[in-house]
C-alpha cells in the first residue's frame, strides 16, 4: 500500500517537471520593466532586503500559470543611494538606453519618487513604488500614472490622531528634519487636528544637531513628540533625548516609518552618546507604518501564505540582508501588481484587437500606457502584506501596522484599519507594553494641594504675637494703675494707653494672617483693617507727642503754651480717619478675595508627569496696588516727618518730666524696622510663606520694641529700689500728716532715705522750695552762708526771709511762686508742669536766667556757666555743672531737696 502511494507521488512530480520544462521551452517575449534601489548609502540601504523579494517575485510569477503566459519579466535597476539627484540621473539613463521599458517600479524613498514620478509619466510609463509614504505624491495632477504600497504619511497621521485620542493626549509636539517630505506630513497633520481638540504645541526643525529645539520642547512640557527624518538625523534626536532625560515612562515617541532593527546603532556620526545610551533613549518608541505582513494566513496568487513565503525568503538571501526586511513584503507584491495589471491588460488589449502587444510599446503609446494604468487601478489580491488596493490617488488601501519597539526589537501591537467602520484600532500580541504601567501624560500635571501651615512656622509666629498682646496689656495695666503718680502723669498716661492699644491691635492682625485653617474673605479684610488701624493708632500716638515737644522747644515768643491730650486724640483720630476711610473705599471698590498661588517648591508624585505643588492662600483684589501705595504714601510721610521732629527735639534731655527722647527712639525704631521689612518683602518676590513670618516677625518686633523704650524707664521709676526710685515710690510716705512739706535726708550708711530730724531747714511756711531728684544735692542753709550743689539735673534753691533765688543749669524748671513772683528758666529746655488731668503746661523764656526775688531784685546768669543768685540780704547761691562742689558734712547724711506738695 505504501509502496503504490509513493508511486503515484513520484509519476505526478514527474509529471510537473515535464510540464514547467514544455512551458520553459515556449519562446516568451521579454516585458522590461526598470527599478531603482537604495543598496548603498548611508540614508537608507534598504535595497539589499528589497532586491532578493523582487527576484523571488520574478520567479513566481513566471512560475504561476495563466499569468502572462506568453511573457517573460525582466527586472533592470540601478541603485540610487536614497539620493534623489542620483535617482533622476539614473532614471533617464535607463530610458535612453534600449531595450524600451514598460513598467518603473521606484522607489523606497520618498524623496526619490517625487523627482522622478514628475517625468516619468512623460514617457508615458506607470511608475509603481515600494515605499514613498510622502503625502505629496497623493496629488494626481503631478504624478498622474504614480501608485504605492506604502501608506501615504497622512494616512499615517489618521492613526496617530486615533492613538492620541485613545489615550487622552491634548498636547503635543513636533520636531522633523528640514526636508520637504515632512514638511507636507507636518501641513497634514495640522489640518486635520483642526476639528480637534488637539494641539501641537511646538513645532521645531532643524537642519544638523537638534540642541535647541529638543531644549525647547522640554521647556514647554512636551511629551508626546513626533519626530520626522532619516535614519542619521534620527539618531541625533535620540542623542538630545537621552542627554536631556526626555525618555521613559513619562515620554511617547512617534517616528515616521520603519528604520529597521538596530537603525539608533551609530554609524561613524559626530554623536556625543553611546549605543547603549542610544538604545536606552528609543526604548518604547512608536511607528505608525505600513502593514508590512500579513498577520492572517491566507494565501495569495503564489499560493503561499505570508509564513510560507518567510520561510522561503530566508533560504535565499544572507543573514545581512535582514536589517530593513520590513520593506520586503512590500517589494514582493509591487513585483504582483506590475504582473497581475499587465496580464489584465493584455487580455484587455487582444478583446479589443488591439494591433500592437505589450511587448510592442512605445514611449509614445498613450492608449497602451492608459490601459496599464486603469489595470494598475484595478488591483485586488491578497499579498504577503496584506490586502493590496488602491484608491483614486494610487495611494493603497490598506491597513496600518502600529509598531512599538521593545527590549531592542519592533513588536507589533496594534492595526489601524480606515476602512473599518467601527473601532478602527485592533490591539495585536497584548498591546501596548508601557514602561510605567499605563500611558505617559500629555503634560505635567500640577495637583495643587493647600498645605496648612507648618506647626514648626505657625506656633513661633503665634507665641511671639500673644506676647506682644499681652506685653500690651500688662503695660497698660501699669499705666492705669499708676495713672496718678508723678512719673507717669508727667508723660501723658492718655495718650500711651491709646498707643498701647495700637500696639495690641497691631500684633492682633497676626492672628488674621498665621491662621491653622483656610483663610477666608473675612479674614482678609480684618487683616488689613486690624494692622491699618494699629498702626495709625500706635504711630499716631507717637506723632502726636512728638509735634507737641517740638511745638514748645520750636516757641520764640516769651508766652504759656499749653497743648491739652484731648488736642492730641483728635490729631490720633484724624489720621486714623484717613486711613479708615482708604479702606473703606477699597472695599466697595474692590474688596480683597483669597486666592490660591502655588509655592517655588514642587515634590514629584511619581514619574509620570505627576506632581504635587503646594499652594497657599493671599489676599489679593484687582486694584490693591493703587490702594496699597496710597496707604504706604500716608505713612511713608508721617514716618518721614516723624523722623524730622525727633532729630530736632534730640536735644531735650528733662527725663523725669516728659519723654520726648523715648519718642525719639520709638519713632526711628518704628521708621527702621518698616524699611527693612518692606525691603525684604519686595526682594522675596513670591515666597508668600517667607513674606509672612517676616512681616509677622517685625510687627511683633516692632510693636514691643516701642512698648518696652517707653515704659521701662516707667517701671524702673516706680517699682525701682535705687536712690530716685525710692523717693518716688515713698514720696507721699515722707508728708505729713497737714500735707506740709517733710523734710528728708539720704542716709549714706543704709542707703535709705528717711526723715531729716537732724538738720531742719529754714523755710518758710508760705513758700515752697521745689527740686529734681535726678541727682544729689548738697544744700547747707543759714542766713548769710553759701548753699553749692552739684548735679546734672537740679534745681538749688536758697530761701530766706521770703526771698527766692532759683536757679537752673541744664534743664531748668519754670515755677510759679506766690501771687506775682516768678523765676523762669533756659527756654532751650524747659521743664512741664503737670495738672491733675495729666494736662502739660509749659512756660518759656529766655536765656539768660532772671530771677525775681519778693523785692523786685533781679539775678541774672548764664546757664552754661555757674549762676549767681543774690537773696534780700545779699547772700549768693551758686550752683556749679561739673560734679565738683563746695560742701559741709552733716555728722553721716546728705540732704536732698526735692519738690513738696501744698
Known sequence: MCASIVLQLLVAFTFTVAIRKTNASKTKKDLNIMGLLPMTGTIWPGGNSCLPAVEMAIEDVHATDGLLDDYRLNYIWLDTKCDPSLAVDAMYKLLHTPPTKLLFLCCVCSHESVFTAQASHLWNINQIAYGSSASKLSNRTLFPRFFRLAIPDTTTNQARIKLFSRFNWERIGLIDQAHVLYKSITDDLKRRLKDTNITIVSKEIFENKPVTQMANLKNQDVRVILAGSYMNQGRQILCEAYKLGMYGRSYAWFFPKAFGVGWWEPQGENLDCTENELLKAAEGHFLTTYNYRNHIEERGPANLTASEWEVLLAARRNHSDTAYALISPLCYDAVWVAALALDRADKKMKQMNHPKTLDQFEYHDVDIANIITSEIGNTNFTGIMGHVAFGGDGDPLASLRIMQMNDGLYRWVGTYNPMATGEKIQWENGGIRWAGKKPPRDRTIVIQQYQLPLMSEYIPRI???????????????????????????????????????????????????????????????????????????????????????????????????????SQLLVFVLLLLGINVTILVVWEVMDPQKVQYVGKDVQESADDNGIVIQPVTDICVSRLSVYFTVTLYTIQGALLSFGSFLAWSTRNVKVDELNDSRLVGMCIYNVVILSAIGLTLTMVMGNKWDAIDQVSDGFVVVGTSLTQLILFIPKIVAVMGRDNVGQMMLHLESILDTKGEPAHFIHDVTTNKVVKNNHAPVNIDERKTSMGVPSGLVHV?????????????????????????????????????????????????????????????????????????????????????????????????????????????????????PVETCV
Request: contains cysteine; charged residues 20%.
Open 463 to 565: 507665641i511671639l504675637a500673644s506676647l506682644g498682646i499681652i506685653l500690651g496689656l500688662a503695660l497698660l495695666t501699669f499705666n492705669t494703675r499708676f495713672r496718678k503718680h508723678k512719673i507717669i502723669k508727667m508723660s501723658s498716661p492718655n495718650i500711651n494707653n491709646v498707643m498701647l492699644l495700637g500696639c495690641i491691635l497691631t500684633c492682633s492682625s497676626v492672628y488674621m494672617r498665621a491662621t491653622i485653617s483656610t483663610t477666608t474673605d473675612v479674614l482678609c479684610k480684618m487683616q488689613t483693617f486690624l494692622f491699618t488701624v494699629g498702626f495709625s493708632i500706635m504711630f499716631g500716638s507717637l506723632f502726636s507727642k512728638m509735634w507737641r515737644v517740638n511745638k514748645i522747644f520750636s516757641n520764640k515768643k516769651l508766652r504759656r503754651m499749653k497743648i491739652k491730650d
Open 780 to 896: 547747707i542753709k543759714g542766713e548769710g552762708e553759701t548753699s553749692r550743689g552739684v548735679t546734672t539735673n537740679v534745681l538749688l534753691t536758697t530761701i530766706d526771709n521770703g526771698d527766692s533765688s532759683r536757679g537752673a543749669l541744664i534743664n531748668p524748671l519754670t515755677t510759679m511762686k506766690g501771687e506775682e513772683e516768678t523765676s523762669k528758666g533756659d527756654p532751650t529746655n524747659p521743664v512741664p508742669t503737670i495738672n491733675d488731668e495729666g494736662d502739660s503746661s509749659r512756660e518759656v523764656l529766655i536765656n539768660p536766667l532772671t530771677i525775681i526775688n519778693s523785692e523786685k531784685e533781679t539775678s541774672k546768669g548764664d546757664p552754661a556757666n555757674p549762676v549767681l543768685t543774690t537773696n534780700g540780704e545779699g547772700n549768693t547761691s551758686r550752683a556749679v555743672l561739673e560734679n565738683t562742689s563746695d560742701q559741709r558734712p552733716s555728722e553721716n547724711y546728705e540732704i536732698t
